[in-house]
């Protein structure tokens, strides 16, 4: 069996990657990041500082970049992917032959596979076998890269199906800034995570069009509505939408000037196409490829989902951003919540209970 040291390994050398890394380094725990590229790592290297993705941001000694992932993962008693949700499953695979047998597999990517559908929990249990369910746990919540890099006070959650991974992830990453909550619902706190950007996308789009305030809450409140109502077509409890990885990452990601989908957004609506949008932002834009899963995901479930419908068709089909915002207000009356509060009451109970 493989010797598992205290060595930490975060498998992605982006801004989530860094800010993590510095997070765990700053407890005094060894971490090795993987860069695919070798002038990145470098760079990181020499400089102690990420300045493609996390300028400003130093690392602390404790941290080194290496582009070799089997050196990467052989022995770490946690490895955090956090590369983006479309290079999950490749990055997963790449690893799966050095992992020790304990290690803690953390999963920092908030995303839907575009072609599967999948979740990634989904995709990590394809891939690594059921059987590993058990050390699987998702981290999500409102914690942008440039905040939690610098110290400031953050809360997230992480989830497992298993009680103790979960309480092993609080504890690697839990600091006197960056509190750590668990929960058992994989499901609800993959799919808050993910599905979020798409809101971020349209609350940017908002801004970008002139719009205000008002508006910015509307599509924030009904895109969690919506959000609520395919995670529980997909087997998530809708209190978790209520929580850190729904409410919590709606919030940050459609107000703060640090979201790259809100950004993109704001882009769009000020009449740049998306690849444009893309191109100014730099970095992932998950919303993207996440707004084309769920509207497919939406179809398949047969749950209605306004607001991701009109982005599909404003990222993909050119519907002018206006049209969408006209469409959106012209539909017939609905009632605000009685779906929602009746399933809660439905699902009360149904995630607490195998939780062990
Ligand atoms: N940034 C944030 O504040 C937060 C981000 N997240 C999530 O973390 C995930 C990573 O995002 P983030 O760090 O921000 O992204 P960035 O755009 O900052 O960085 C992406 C990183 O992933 C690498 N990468 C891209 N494609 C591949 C691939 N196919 N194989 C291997 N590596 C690849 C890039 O390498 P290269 O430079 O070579 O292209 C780069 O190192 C996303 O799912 C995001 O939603 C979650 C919470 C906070
Ligand atoms: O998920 C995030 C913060 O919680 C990051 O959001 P963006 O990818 O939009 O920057």
Same mark, same amino acid.
């Given at each position: ?8 390994? #975060?498998l @992605? ?16 725990i060894?971490?090795?990041?993987w ?14 500082q ?5 300028p400003?941001?130093y ?6 970049v ?24 490749e ?10 047998? &304990?290690?803690? $597999? #953390? ?5 839907i596979?575009?072609?599967? $559908?999948?979740?990634? =929990?989904r995709?990590?249990?394809g891939?690594?076998? /059921? ?8 981290? =999500? ?5 440039e ?5 400031m ?16 992830? !609080?504890e690697?990453?839990?600091? @006197? ?6 929960n058992?619902?994989?499901a609800?706190?993959? $799919? ?6 798409? #809101? ?12 205000g305030?008002?508006?910015?809450a509307?599509?924030?409140? %009904?895109?969690?509505? *919506? ?5 529980l ?14 409410? @919590? ?17 704001? *882009?769009?609506?000020?009449g740049k196409s998306?690849? /444009?949008a ?27 989902m306004?607001i991701t *419908?009109?982005m599909y068709?404003?990222l ?9 915002? #006209?469409?959106?207000m =012209? &539909?017939?009356?609905?009632? *605000? ?10 699902l %009360?109970?149904?995630?607490? !209970?195998?939780y062990?």
């Amino acid at each position: 069996m493989a010797v598992v040291n205290e060595k930490v390994a #975060i498998l @992605g050398a982006g801004s989530w990657a860094t800010a993590l890394a510095v997070l765990l380094a700053g407890k005094g725990i060894p971490v090795e990041m993987w860069a695919r590229r070798a002038g990145l790592a470098a760079q990181i290297n020499s400089e102690r500082q990420n300045s493609r993705y996390l300028p400003g941001v130093y690392l602390p000694p404790g941290v080194q970049v290496n582009v070799d992932l089997s050196a990467v993962v052989k022995n770490a008693r946690a490895v955090i992917y956090s590369v983006p949700s479309h290079a999950f499953r490749e990055v997963l695979r790449a690893s799966l032959p050095y992992l020790s047998p &304990r290690a803690l $597999l #953390i999963n920092a990517a908030k995303g839907i596979e575009e072609d599967s $559908l999948l979740p990634l =929990s989904r995709v990590f249990a394809g891939e690594a076998g /059921e059987e590993n369910n058990s050390r699987y746990v998702v981290l =999500s919540g409102p914690s942008h890269a440039e905040e939690v890099g610098r110290g400031m006070p953050t809360a997230v959650v992480v989830a497992s199906r298993n009680m103790a991974a979960a309480e092993a992830a !609080q504890e690697l990453f839990m600091t @006197g800034s960056f509190r750590v909550y668990t929960n058992p619902d994989v499901a609800g706190v993959e $799919l808050g995570g993910a599905l979020k950007n798409i #809101i971020a996308l349209g609350t940017g789009i908002a801004d970008g069009l002139g719009f205000g305030d008002n508006t910015k809450a509307a599509l924030m409140t %009904r895109g969690l509505a *919506e959000i609520t109502r395919l995670g529980l077509a997909m087997g998530a409890n809708p209190l978790t939408f209520a929580g850190l990885a729904g409410v @919590g990452d709606l919030i940050v990601t459609c107000t703060s000037m640090h979201s790259r989908n809100r950004r993109a957004g704001i *882009e769009i609506g000020r009449g740049k196409s998306l690849s /444009e949008a893309i191109s100014a932002v730099q970095m992932v834009v998950e919303g993207v490829r996440t707004t084309r899963a769920a509207y497919r995901l939406a179809g398949r479930y047969g749950v209605e989902m306004p607001i991701t *419908e009109q982005m599909y068709r404003v990222l993909f089909e050119g519907m002018p951003p206006r049209e969408a915002v #006209i469409n959106l207000m =012209s &539909r017939g009356r609905r009632r *605000e919540m009685e779906e929602v509060a009746l399933a809660a009451v439905q699902l %009360r109970e149904k995630n607490y !209970q195998n939780y062990k």
